[in-house]
């Protein structure tokens, strides 16, 4: 079992950046998908980004790409979303997810909720205009 914990939501103006962490304890998480979603109230939870831990592959979503970078530390079992450029349309509770199938090479296998089997608690992210 993965437990994974999120931290460094906050408000921010819009504009302004924040880095979200998500870190992996229980076992190792090498192998695995760290997935990125959000969800802003009223609204469904969407895909925002996920790193595949082995090889550095990254999958975006059209409305980040060019603000938000995924990464990770293998070394620390922590991944990382760097967000610039933030709008308040970003404001949301961001969650990390973990997925054991890493298989696939493909953006919507990545995108779908149903791919990941271990989930964060969330952190929210509040961008003020």
């Known amino acids: 079992q993965v437990r994974l914990v999120e931290s460094g939501g906050g408000v921010v103006q819009a504009g302004g950046s924040l880095r979200l962490s998500c870190a992996a304890s229980g076992r190792t998480f090498s192998g695995h998908a760290m997935g990125w979603f959000r969800q802003a109230p009223g609204k469904e939870r969407e895909f925002v980004t996920a790193?595949?831990?082995?090889?550095?592959?990254?999958y975006y979503a059209d409305f980040v790409k060019g603000r938000f970078t995924v990464s990770r530390d293998n070394t620390k079992n922590t991944g990382y979303l760097q967000m610039n450029s933030l709008k308040p349309e970003d404001t949301a509770v961001y969650y990390c997810?973990?997925?054991?199938?890493?298989?696939?090479?493909?953006?919507?296998?990545?995108?779908?909720?149903?791919?990941?089997?271990?989930w964060g608690q969330g952190t929210l992210v509040t961008v003020s205009s």
């Open positions: 790193i595949i831990w082995s090889d550095g592959r990254t």
């Open positions: 997810a973990g997925g054991q199938d890493t298989t696939y090479y493909s953006l919507s296998y990545y995108k779908r909720p149903s791919t990941y089997d271990y």
